[in-house]
Structures are given as C-alpha cells and as structure tokens.
C-alpha cells in the first residue's frame, strides 16, 4: 500500500479492529515476538554494559599513569561485550 511494508498495513488494520472493539491496546502491543523479545534482551544487556563503563576522557591505568580514553575503543569494547 503506497510503499508501506504489507506487514505494518496488516498490524494497524489489526489495531484499528482492536480499538472498534474497545479493546485494551496497551495489552494487545504488550505482545512480542520471539525475535522482538531476543531483540529486546540484546538492547538491554548491551545498554547495561555501557552503563558500567567508565565515561570520564581520562582513566589512570595500572601503572598509576593518566591516558585519554578512545571513545570509539569503549564503543567498541561494549558492543563486542554482546
């Protein structure tokens, strides 16, 4: 339908019958799949591990020696933490 996915034109057609009912659609968008609930669980785990990173431009390493912290290497190193 004009470029839209068939799969979303299917899924608001089935929301508009939802909402002609009077159905709860907080409980019907609630659903996942199990690849929006793997998804989901990805997203999670890697926002956690961002969070438990070390944010400050400069970190002292073993050595007691302050270095500038690439932030494409923590990125990085969060991503592959996946």
């Known amino acids: ?3 839209i996915d068939r799969a979303i034109v299917e899924r608001a057609d089935r929301l508009g ?3 002609a009912k009077g159905e709860d659609l907080v409980v019907a968008c609630a659903n996942l799949s199990n690849n929006e609930e793997e998804d989901l669980k990805l997203a999670e785990a890697t926002a956690r591990a961002f969070l ?3 944010l400050r431009p400069f970190r002292k ?3 007691g020696t302050e270095t500038v912290q690439d932030p494409r290497l923590l990125l990085e190193n969060v991503l592959d933490a996946e």
């Open 1 to 3: 339908m004009n470029g």
């Open 17 to 19: 019958l939802l909402i």
């Open 52 to 54: 438990t990173e070390d």
């Open 61 to 63: 390493d073993a050595g």
